[in-house]
């Protein structure tokens, strides 16, 4: 029977964004970031890596189903290669079987639809890395593989650990310091949860690879951004810390819109975020104003990638609020509107509609909820999806 | 009969943004700024000042036919104050008769609809500040009036002139240097055109004097615009001095992202261009490569200022072509769409349709065609709005 080992590998939501590369080969970046690992009982990629020496020779990839070429040089063939590599120099030394020298299969699923906009390379490449340590047994940390992940996608770095975790943009010109490593692991504050609503939107967007280049290429405030970012790294490292969620809030709210302001300040312009996005940061802001002048400080706080879909974080207590008043604005297709009370709580009853936009069925396509996850999972043989190193079910 | 003087003052659309006052109630900027003063005779303030003894005592201000009453200390009464001192000056050393002891009459009316999203204070203000200079026959320089315009509203002190205008940022503590002047006459660059496209938005907007507040307090990468703006300010007036549009065209964008970009770094954001002004963006960049790939160069710059209107500045041989591309993307009410051809010219069958939403009728409401126009003109009695102190036709 061929060796195997399948895994699954959390998606990361960055609240200070990873914008702009100092090294494309490398994948190095101009700024450190830092994210929340989310659930991976929600949301998850699935790698199953097989060798065995009687598959014809060759590796072979499929991705949801799909083979895929694995391109010579390519971002997953680097990472391929660096991990057979290491497990090369493992058979010297122990003299363990020769895996290295084995023909691979590698599958790979994602458990939520490419319609969610949800970036699927972080966790895909976060699984394809750690299903092939797991499947050659290496004994690298897990900050020595998120350097190879971060190779095949820079943010996929990130996705190796649970709970709340910093990429550090590192100073060697080799990369050799450019690693993942967790702030806080998931168990220090579970309470926090994330909703992603997922946006229509008609236009093709801006890729984030052509996006970020182009903006390290002409945006002149860039250069500001990242004299800012130090600084916030630490502040939103020690809220986390302190659990303090108004000030995470607070500076997760403040890095996505200054990300967005330099993808503006682009040329030409880049917008992710459309009208529907500006009207669910307008609800959030709504919703902390209210909440603030109750003395809760900020109960929400949104953040937005490189697309229109918003990604809000709330603690578990305040989520159904914040839930409600998505549903209640921004109603879905089969939804019935809820009222806006929770537990004699009325705090929405003074929403200012003159600044809040109403939208139809539909704007917000569809919902999905999740909290703060733990990192990759070895998973057991029931859910392989591979067997003989052929797909299962085709 | 009282003594008059009726004046008309034209609007002025900022290609480098105003954007922060380093002093609030001097209205001191925090940047240069450079504007065109668009044709009168397609929008204009008009304003008529009258004084007579026999007048019941204290000034009255009509407003679009509307009385409003002149706060005492506010803007208006400032430079009503200041005029009127410098009058009695005049009167003392030359012993001229007392019109500074004469109770006021001032009547003013905008021939454009304030749903235009126009802002009205400029041409307003400057009107009203150049009608009272010339009941009073002051020998003032119009640089020196454009410190009483800017005490006013601050880019009133734009409208005092025509053609091409700057606004000094000055290094004064009393803003006797924040000045504006003609960069060059409208004469020189005959040729520029704008298309004002007044776009439908639901939503209350955030005013522009207290939206600039709230960037100057929250947005950290203001400072950093500040740093730039010197270096645009030289480089267009440099574009307008050589009449090289394509400059010209790539600085006036890029300065109008640069000030959304701060908007939008503001806390809590400030959004002012909404989906409709993001796609007139779309449209005007991808006329500019396909100029530009036939070597054209740019031949449209659109500006956005504290709201969702666009303004596209063309010159007048591309203009047709300009207007013809929105009434095609955009189609207004009752307008039937026309073919995207222009004397042979085919340039717009490449459109890539993919980045480009398609809107329904009305998204954008109306269009204003103007160009480069003079600065005040003094007008005869027949266009006076008061006839002995009291408004006509009313």
Not at 61 to 74: I, P, R
Request: glycine share 8%; net charge neutral; aromatic share 8%.
């Amino acid at each position: 029977m061929a060796h195997q080992a399948t895994i699954s590998a959390p998606v990361n939501i960055a609240c200070i964004k990873y914008w702009g590369k100092r090294d494309t080969s490398l994948i190095l970046p101009t700024n450190s970031s830092l994210s929340i690992t989310l659930n991976q009982d929600d949301l998850r990629s699935t790698t199953t890596a097989q060798c065995d020496p009687i598959f014809s020779p060759g590796d072979k990839l499929w991705l949801n189903g799909k083979e895929e070429v694995v391109k010579f040089g390519g971002r997953t063939a680097t990472c391929i290669e660096v991990l057979r590599g290491w497990r090369r120099d493992l058979e010297k030394d122990k003299g363990l079987e020769p895996l290295s020298t084995y023909p691979l299969r590698v599958a790979s699923h994602n458990n939520f639809p490419t319609a969610a906009g949800l970036a699927s390379s972080a966790s895909g490449l976060a699984a394809l890395v750690f299903s092939l340590a797991t499947l050659y047994s290496l004994p690298q940390s897990l900050g020595q593989l998120s350097l190879v992940a971060r190779q095949g996608s820079g943010s996929a770095c990130r996705s190796l650990f649970g709970g709340y975790v910093a990429w550090r943009e590192g100073t060697q010109p080799d990369g050799s310091d450019s690693i993942a490593e967790e702030i806080a692991p998931r168990d220090h504050w579970p309470e926090m949860c994330a909703l992603i609503c997922v946006v229509s939107d008609a236009k093709k967007g801006t890729s984030s690879t052509s996006g970020m280049q182009r903006t390290v290429e002409t945006s002149t405030l860039l250069q500001h951004r990242l004299t800012i970012v130090p600084e916030r790294m630490s502040s939103i490292s020690h809220a986390i810390k302190e659990r303090n969620f108004d000030s995470f809030a607070q500076i997760t709210m403040t890095d996505s819109n200054s990300f967005h302001a330099v993808c503006l300040d682009t040329s030409p312009p880049i917008f992710y975020m459309n009208d529907v996005s500006r009207s669910i940061i307008a609800m959030v802001e709504e919703l902390n104003r209210v909440s603030g002048e109750l003395g809760y400080g900020r109960i929400a706080a949104y953040t937005f990638d490189a697309g229109p879909n918003a990604v809000i974080y709330a603690l578990e207590k305040w989520m159904g609020l914040v839930e409600k008043s998505v549903r209640r604005w921004f109603p879905q297709e089969g939804i019935v509107e809820v009222e806006l009370e929770q537990e004699g709580n009325k705090v929405l009853g003074k929403f200012d509609e003159r600044v809040m936009a109403s939208w139809g069925k539909g704007a917000v396509k569809s919902l999905i909820k999740t909290r703060v996850g733990d990192g990759p999972r070895v998973l057991g043989e029931k859910e392989s999806l591979l067997k003989d190193g052929q797909l299962k079910n085709s």
